[in-house]
């Protein structure tokens, strides 16, 4: 399982030139530092997938593979944990604003 992961965000800068093919990424630093969340959107969108199908299951219609039943168990720590670290990245980023 893919855990969120805290980075510093990458800033493009446009050469004295102003071409835009030319734009290179620098790691911010000073007070332009700024976090972002990494969290997996794969895992975001089969996990928004797979609440749906339990919904449907729950009607009766279809039985879920063992493997999606596992993942649900999971949803609500993954949820804390994505809901933990986006914390973390508003109040560091507030603080550098």
């Known amino acids: 399982m893919a855990v969120p992961v805290l980075r510093k965000m990458e800033i493009e800068e446009p050469k004295a030139d102003g071409n835009k093919k030319n734009q290179q990424k620098t790691s911010s630093s000073g007070s332009e530092a700024r976090l972002r969340s990494n969290f997996n959107v794969q895992l975001l969108k089969v996990i ?50």
């Open 48 to 97: 928004n997938e797979v609440s749906a199908w339990n919904k449907i299951q729950t009607l009766g219609f279809i039985s879920m593979p063992h493997s999606i039943v596992r993942l649900l168990a999971e949803n609500e720590q993954l949820r804390k944990l994505r809901e933990n670290v986006m914390t973390v990245v508003r109040e560091y980023n507030n603080i550098q604003d």
